[in-house]
């Protein structure tokens, strides 16, 4: 995994916007929001229709180029492949993947399914997986981008990488039990890497 540069959560969360408005969401105006403020950006986040939690959980984020094999130690939500393994290693060794595609209309899945390159555009949002989710890491956006790209053999794709979590975060403490938030094995780059 090749780090490409740090970002931090503004011009991340500005960057994942961009992602959105390419999809049809119009971007809201972004002045007076409170960068700083994790509960108030979820609050901002889910009254414009974003997803929340970990979009706003980490105060930083790396854009980064993975290799084909980082993207197998990751793992995607559940309800894709119902009482399979979330790991997508698991998942491709067991042919899983083979009978996959999405579910509605894309701009990517024509393009990659060619084997054309991955863009920076469509890059895949990761956070440090759960131990129940058996990875290194989870995708928490782009669960069909990263479907695609192993299952049509691409070599490395992008991706942000969150860490150095928000321990006022609500959500964080709520909704994943507080892991991230009372664990000091995501605070810097390197540890989250090296999962």
Known sequence: MNVIKVLSRKEFIEKYLQREEEKGHDIPDLSG???????????????NGYKLGIISGFKQWALVKMKRN????????????????????NLLNHGILNKWSPDKKTTWYDHLSSGKSFK???????????P????????????????????????????????SPDENS???????????????????????ISL
């Open 70 to 89: 980082d993207l197998e130690k990751c793992a995607v939500v559940n309800s894709i492949f119902p009482g399979s393994s979330q790991n997508l290693k």
């Open 132 to 163: 129940q989710e058996e990875s290194s890491w989870y995708v928490e956006d782009g669960s069909g981008r990263a479907l695609c790209a192993l299952k049509f053999g691409l070599e490395e794709i992008y991706a942000y990488l969150g860490f």
């Open 33 to 47: 929001v409170k960068w700083n403020d994790v509960n108030y950006l979820d609050s901002w986040l889910a009254s």
């Open 120 to 130: 920076e555009q469509w890059a895949i949002v990761l956070r440090p997986a759960l």
């Open 170 to 192: 609500g959500w964080l403490v709520h909704h994943l039990n507080g892991y991230f938030v009372s664990n000091n094995n995501f605070e810097n780059l390197s540890q989250v």
